[in-house]
């Protein structure tokens, strides 16, 4: 009975927190991943420096790595994730790239960033990323309307707007990972199929919820 009671009430509520307002929860996402850009140019400065290559796999691999693992622990469809942070590396090599050609043409800026620290950073950034991720999408999908808003808020040097529109696009795209039939079943609850669909779609149920189901 408390099962289907919890059901119920989730059932009543998918289509009022959709439409819950979290335009300050993205503005701190797109913020975010704003900080993480802006970083770029000092890792361009230091692999100039150093005579070291845009381009290190192992280390990209590294990142995402670790950030599906996170994305997993944030309850965020992990394949999706990893989309956008290749996204986000490719655009990062193309700052570097465009900063290390202005560097050709003029003398090294007296600037000696660590590395390691500049990583240390970025770790924490992409972690940040993921959680606000599921944040924002608890409320609500990042959609067209939000273009404007992240257009105006990743403001980094040597970022151009066909760069930003691909990094865009693949945010959009980041949804809580889906609850599957399987998990629901073992709520002992039955399901219609037109429920399942919602519940399994919506990015409104975490899976704290179904772990309540589970438990209850």
């Known amino acids: 009975m408390v099962r289907m009671l919890l059901l119920i009430c989730l059932w009543m509520h998918i289509v009022p927190l959709a439409v ?13 991943i704003e900080k993480r850009l802006s970083l770029m140019p000092a890792v361009g400065l230091y692999k100039a420096r ?8 192992p280390q990209e691999t590294r990142v995402l790595t670790l950030t599906v693992s996170k994305a997993v622990a944030a309850g965020l469809d992990p394949a999706l994730v990893r989309e956008f942070f290749v996204a986000q590396i490719t655009i990062a090599k193309v700052i570097q790239y465009r900063y290390r050609a202005i560097l050709l043409l003029n003398p090294l800026p007296d600037q000696h960033a660590d590395l390691s620290l500049i990583r240390q950073q970025l770790t924490q950034l992409s972690d940040a990323i993921v959680d606000q991720m599921a944040v924002v999408l608890k409320k609500g999908a990042i959609t067209d309307s939000d273009w ?6 990743v403001q980094v040097p040597y970022l151009e707007e066909p760069g930003k529109r691909q990094l865009f696009k693949s945010l959009k795209k980041v949804r809580l990972k889906k609850i599957s039939n399987h998990q629901l079943s073992r709520t002992g609850v039955y399901v219609s199929p037109r429920m399942a669909y919602l519940l399994t779609d919506s990015t409104q149920l975490s899976y704290a919820f179904v772990k309540h189901l589970q438990s209850s």
């Open 148 to 153: 404007a808003t992240f257009n105006q808020s």
């Open 50 to 57: 150093h005579h070291k290559a845009i381009e290190d796999i």
């Open 20 to 32: 819950a307002d979290n335009t300050s929860e993205k503005d701190q996402l797109f913020a975010l």
